[in-house]
């Protein structure tokens, strides 16, 4: 008997041992594997989650959340993505709500497969950035205090850093990804990035491209571009545009613009309305006291418009906050005493840093070679598709680059998925039918084909017969 149980304690210890020994060669830290998450779906694919500590001295530390692509992932990409605000967790948002494999059931104690998650491409890497944002935290207070340099400083050292985890990802072709503010962070951190190529007589990122939807480029002409946007849905009266058009001068700050101007603003709230989402103006709008008490009543609840949960936010909220699902995700690891939350309540972000024109940037990544696709969804009227196409088609101007792709609509299945225009063989623009301002959230499927396109090289197509990507975002 005691034979028996000491072979199989070396058994057991073999595998365990051999088990390490695999995550070791594959470059992957056996401590941040997260096994399973509570009442997830099963899957073949590997996660891992943890934080990875960029400055010891001042205690601070990025959480990231790891998924690896669901098929061949050492033949795929590593992408990054990271969402805006600035303030806003790329966990709660791009992981759980958006582009990664899982969204929460209704009830909030669970999860269900997102069938058009982006790790069918590629895979994911999210991070919560800057610290203060979800479960990314300083020991010193100070360090709450950031801005859009910092802030890209930042995530370099915790890209450098995470590749120490995950040695095998070194060398693997890099895209930078993300939406709204992310029009901030992600072009700024693929300038750092640049720089360091440029400095380093070692390692350089591979870094392959870069692709940001709905992003903020320009506040003030982001923000004319609303009200027209508004206006040409209906939403607001002739009158009070008219009274914007001739009255406001968006070049100046708040503070300097005319009484009326001010006044005009103010009624365009109320003709809007509470009712509305911004971010997707054909979206209806959650309740948030039902939401919330149909979660602890533990309640599968029917809150969809055009087949989308527009209750996922509190979902995400109620399921993170879970003492289970932060211990299978290695979070929290110091007790923060605020619960997690979509957007921080800690963070004090410089604000002046909304107004930094980011077209110049957008230019450096371009002239260095590095393909650049930007998208909008057509329903947004925070950040409109208005604004970022004549951006873009500026920006194109400057580089003195000629169309090569005219404007046109590009398929998905066999339909319009949006439009599409391409200057040079580097600047993409297109528009992505039917979704708003978080596109993997309104429009999943089309947001993989258009994620897909990007990554493997490939113009978004032109025909209505079905394509690769079309069979990849099946």
Known sequence: MEKCWFVGVLIVLGYVCLLGAIIRVEGHPIEDLVVNLPRQPKVKFSQY???????????????????????????????????????????????????????????????????????????????????????????????????????????????????????????????????????????????????????????????????????????????????????????????????????????????????SCKDAMVDVQGMVSDYVDNYDVILDVCYPSIAQQELRLKKMANKTSLNIDICIGYEVDFYLNLPEVQKALHANRTNLTYPWSQCSSVLDYYALDHDINILPVLKWIVQNHIPLWVYSGDQDSIVPLLSTRTFIRELANDLKFKITDPYRVWFHKGQVGGWVTEYGNSLTFATVRGSGHMVPYTQPSKALHLFSSFVSGRRLSNTTQPSIIDEISK
């Open 49 to 259: 989650a943890g934080y990875v500590d960029i400055d010891v001295k001042h205690g601070r530390s990025l959480f990231y959340y790891f998924v690896e692509a669901d098929h061949h992932p050492h033949k795929k990409p590593l992408t990054l993505w990271l969402n805006g605000g600035p303030g806003c967790s790329s966990i709660g948002g791009g992981a759980f709500s958006e582009l990664g494999p899982f969204y929460p059931t209704g009830d909030g104690y669970g999860l269900r497969k997102n069938s058009n998650s982006w790790n069918k491409a590629s895979n994911l890497l999210f991070v919560e950035s800057p610290a203060g944002v979800g479960w990314s935290y300083s020991n010193t207070t100070s360090d709450y205090k950031k801005n859009d340099a910092s802030t890209a400083n930042d995530m370099l050292l915790f890209m450098l850093k995470w590749y120490e985890k995950f040695p095998s990802y070194k060398s693997k072709e890099l895209f930078l990804t993300g939406e709204s503010y992310a029009g901030h962070y992600i072009p700024q951190l693929a300038n750092v990035i640049i720089d360091y190529n440029n400095d380093s007589t070692g390692f350089k990122f591979n870094i392959k491209g870069v692709a940001i939807g709905n992003p903020l480029l320009n506040f003030n002409r982001d923000t004319q571009a609303t009200y027209e946007y508004l206006w040409s849905h209906g939403m607001v009266s002739d009158e009070i545009y008219l009274t914007l058009k001739n009255d406001c001068d968006f070049n100046l700050n708040y503070d300097n613009l005319s009484k």
